[in-house]
């Protein structure tokens, strides 16, 4: 790997550390102001907001600067959501401000990656950063939940400075300011990130002309054989995924009685699947054997629905270490799959655009029906019940669209495998 890569995954390992901590710390905020569940719920798809209706254009803006730039302008985007927090902006409209923030940050950090690495390195590249991204989620998560602990949040709120009044008093906004912190540091390291020499391709006079281009690289890419069963699979995957950040807070909450802080023990136990997994994929799979994958999204979907009968923690933990190395091992080599094939129809900055537009739209409408659903009266039980059965029939259903490809329309998709396999081992 080139020397920028390690820099690439320092900035991008603080930056998800801190959104992750950032998840927990709104939570809680909410929790303390008596926020209702389905508000609490809400913070899912206010965090997916920009990421949708900002798609068409942060694609562009990654190709027209300088990507280690365009990072360093999100992290300061997400500071500013953070400041809004602790003085007193309703929190979903401060976590929306993260997620415009984390939305221009994502194509640049995918996109340098096609800029940096050969073909042949993606699928490496990706087990990598995925890797290190999960192992952050987990140490972000797990930072979270203690800063928003008695143990920690009340001895250092305890601490006073003579003549200085923060406005900080309580252990929330305690984790809000450290993780302002937090961002700085990964703010520092895109200042670090190299100029790949990649041509920039620069923003049209009038931004709106970037909406039919938008939607032409969104139409080539589900057109593409292998494009559009790599889409679709990260998409649903994403869309659940994004969700069951809140829903295993709410399950571990009704199921075994835990706190914030106890909960998110648990969102780590999966994560550190998600990065065994993930580390593993990197290791054995190829670009043309992305799709042999697919199944295990069916059983991933199968195994969720058994979370309902989990009682005893000494069963969750290895369960959950279990699904999320199916998660894992599923989304490394689609993943790599989705940025060859985006990569070559469009460009690195356009084709992750087009990616996070769909996958935060789905995001966005599961959380929406999710939180819909709580303020129903819906339980998280239920929930977890439907989640899972979404993702084994829409799996079920990718599956049998990629045999389908496989027989109408065999020579081109045997052609586009055979790309992915010289250029893994070539590129």
Not at 201 to 216: C, E, G, T
Not at 275 to 298: E, F, H, Q, Y
Not at 335 to 342: D, E, V, Y
Request: charged share 10%; glycine share 10%.
């Amino acid at each position: 790997m080139k020397r920028g890569f390690f820099t690439i995954m320092a900035a991008q390992f603080f930056s998800s550390l801190a959104d992750n901590a950032l998840f927990v710390a709104a939570v809680e905020l909410m929790r303390s102001e008596r926020a209702p569940e389905w508000q609490q719920a809400v913070l899912i798809p206010m965090f997916a907001f920009f990421y949708v209706t900002l798609a068409p254009f942060v694609g562009a803006f990654a190709d027209a600067r300088p990507k280690g730039q365009v990072m360093f302008i999100s992290n300061a985007i997400k500071v500013v959501g953070c400041l809004m927090m602790l003085f007193g902006a309703p929190p979903l409209v401060a976590y929306a401000i993260v997620g415009l923030g984390a939305a221009a940050y994502s194509p640049a950090k995918y996109g340098i990656l096609t800029e940096l690495l050969p073909a042949s390195q993606l699928v490496k590249a990706n087990g990598w950063i995925e890797g290190l991204t999960i192992a952050s989620i987990i140490l972000g998560i797990l930072l979270g939940g203690q800063l928003v602990g008695h143990a920690v949040a009340s001895r250092m709120l305890a601490f006073d400075f003579p003549l200085i009044d923060t406005g900080i008093d309580s252990a929330p906004e305690f984790a809000i300011a450290v993780l302002i912190v937090v961002y700085a540091v990964a703010a520092w390291f895109n200042t670090r990130i190299p100029d790949t020499g990649v041509e920039m391709r620069p923003i049209p006079p009038n931004p709106l002309a970037l909406l039919p281009d938008f939607w032409s690289c969104n139409k080539r890419l589900w057109q593409d054989k292998l494009g559009q069963i790599s889409l679709s699979t990260t998409t649903l995957f994403w869309g659940v995924g994004g969700n069951l950040k809140y829903i295993v807070l709410a399950w571990a909450a009704a199921a075994l009685g835990y706190s914030t802080t106890q909960a998110t023990a648990l969102q780590g136990v999966v994560s550190v699947g998600l990065a065994v997994g993930a580390v593993v994929a990197s290791m054995r799979m190829r670009l043309d054997m992305a799709p042999k994958v697919i199944p295990l999204g069916m059983a991933m979907g199968l195994m969720l629905i058994l979370l309902n009968v989990i009682t005893n923690v000494w069963v969750a933990v290895p369960f959950l270490i279990f699904l999320g190395g199916l998660a894992g091992f599923l989304v490394v080599p689609m993943n790599a799959l989705l940025q060859h094939r985006g990569h070559n129809l469009m460009g690195a900055g356009r084709s992750i655009a087009v990616q996070n537009f769909n996958e935060q739209a789905c995001i966005f409408a599961l959380g929406s029906f999710y939180s819909l659903s709580i303020g129903m009266g819906l339980s998280s039980f239920s929930a977890i019940i439907g989640f899972g059965l979404i993702i084994a029939g829409l799996m079920f259903a990718i599956m049998r669209w990629h045999d389908s490809n496989c027989v109408k329309f065999k020579d081109e998709v045997d052609h586009l495998l055979e790309i992915a396999r010289n250029d893994n081992l070539h590129g």
